[in-house]
Nanobody
Framework: QVQLVESGGGLVQAGGSLRLSCAAS????????MGWFRQAPGKGREFVAA????????NYAESVKDRFTISRDNAKTTVYLQMNSLKPEDTAAYFC?????????????????WGQGTQVTVSS
């Protein structure tokens, strides 16, 4: 099993950019699908993006498509979330997750590990 540590959150103005990183430790990172989720105050955790173990497959929530990009570097055992054109509604705690099945990552049942989260705040 892997352990996950996120970084890169912060305060940014609307229209700005941030890049989140999620460093994984443990065995066989390339065997895990990886995903990003977010949770705003008073709301449930929602899917943002997922990437397959090889990096060849990616999918996104409609609300972030064309603005966010998920990527991974298996040699560095790290997954990234590049966030551009940020909006105030993107404000949330962002969580990295590792799962066993890319095709069900968005519904969370295959997730085995969560990171501790990193806060992103977008000011208007």
């Amino acid at each position: 099993q892997v352990q996950l540590v996120e970084s890169g959150g912060g305060l940014v103005q609307a229209g700005g950019s941030l890049r989140l990183s999620c460093a994984a430790s443990g065995r066989s990172f390339e065997n895990y699908a990886m995903g990003w989720f977010r949770q705003a105050p008073g709301k449930g955790r929602e899917f943002v993006a997922a990437i397959s173990g090889s990096g060849s497959l990616r999918n996104y929530a409609e609300s972030v498509k064309d603005r966010f990009t998920i990527s991974r570097d298996n040699a560095k055992t790290t997954v990234y979330l590049q966030m551009n054109s940020l909006k105030p509604e993107d404000t949330a705690a962002y969580f990295c997750a590792a799962g066993t099945d890319y095709f069900t990552m968005s519904n969370m049942p295959s997730i085995t590990t969560w990171g501790q989260g990193t806060q992103v705040t977008v000011s208007s």
